[in-house]
């Protein structure tokens, strides 16, 4: 069974600084891996996909991030975060096609001043 | 033009009732899809449609039951609501194939009293 884990429920950034996301999987075949965005009271937006190719892969809003099949890790990460990266962040996992994602239980990014 | 949209964004109501949420998408997409997240902010599939056929029908009361009219449609149907079902409901649609992702609605947060 696919599983995904974010080992960090909660993680607070100066803004300016640099930020790294964790997600490790659990898959049995090449996984398709997602990284979306929830910003308070709303749905889930897509930050990037990773399904073949380049394992560092660009995504909306200055984030990247790095598939490293030997870790089953797809971690995300930005150089800079701002204020309005201020949302909880989940990693995804699905099948060819994605019929079922199995979602991580996110991680909840403050940023301070 | 919103994507895919939900109504009603907030639902209010009593132990017992039945209650439906509404959702509509206007890309073109061939499966939808309902999640519910629950108060800690995990995410997990309860049905999947792919041109109107259940596809996808996890361990999920039968008190709920999807209906998809047609392929820009998937309507949630819940009867005798119970506390346990307070929640974030959200709908999603996607293409399925290669290099697809879902897009999520903005979700309904059912409150049952």
């Known amino acids: 069974a696919q599983s995904v884990t974010q080992p960090d429920i909660h993680i607070t950034v100066s803004e300016g600084a640099s930020l790294e996301l964790r997600c490790n999987y659990s898959y049995g075949a090449t996984p398709y891996l997602f990284w979306y965005v929830q910003s308070p009271g709303q749905g889930l937006q897509l930050l990037l996909k990773y399904f073949s190719g380049d394992t560092l892969v660009q995504g909306i809003k200055g984030f990247e991030a790095e598939f490293k099949r030997s870790q089953s890790s797809f971690n995300l990460r930005k150089p800079s975060v701002h204020w309005s990266d201020a949302a909880e962040y989940f990693c995804a996992v699905g099948p060819f096609g994605n019929e079922k994602l199995t979602f991580g239980t996110g991680t909840r990014l403050t940023i301070i001043p | 033009d919103t994507a895919v949209s939900q109504t009603p964004k907030y639902l209010v109501t009593q132990m017992g009732n039945d209650k439906s949420i509404k959702c509509e998408q206007n890309?073109?997409?061939?499966?939808m899809y309902w999640y519910k997240q629950d108060s800690k902010k995990f995410l997990k599939i309860m049905f999947s449609?792919?041109?109107?056929?259940?596809?996808i029908n996890e361990t999920v009361p039968n008190r709920f039951s999807p209906k998809s009219p047609d392929k820009a449609h998937l309507n949630l149907h819940i009867n005798s609501l119970e506390l346990g079902d307070s929640a974030v409901y959200f709908c999603a649609s996607s293409q399925v194939g290669h290099g697809s992702e879902q897009y999520f609605g903005p979700g309904t947060r059912l409150t049952v009293t």
């Open positions: 449609y792919n041109n109107k056929e259940l596809i």
């Open positions: 890309l073109g997409h061939d499966t």
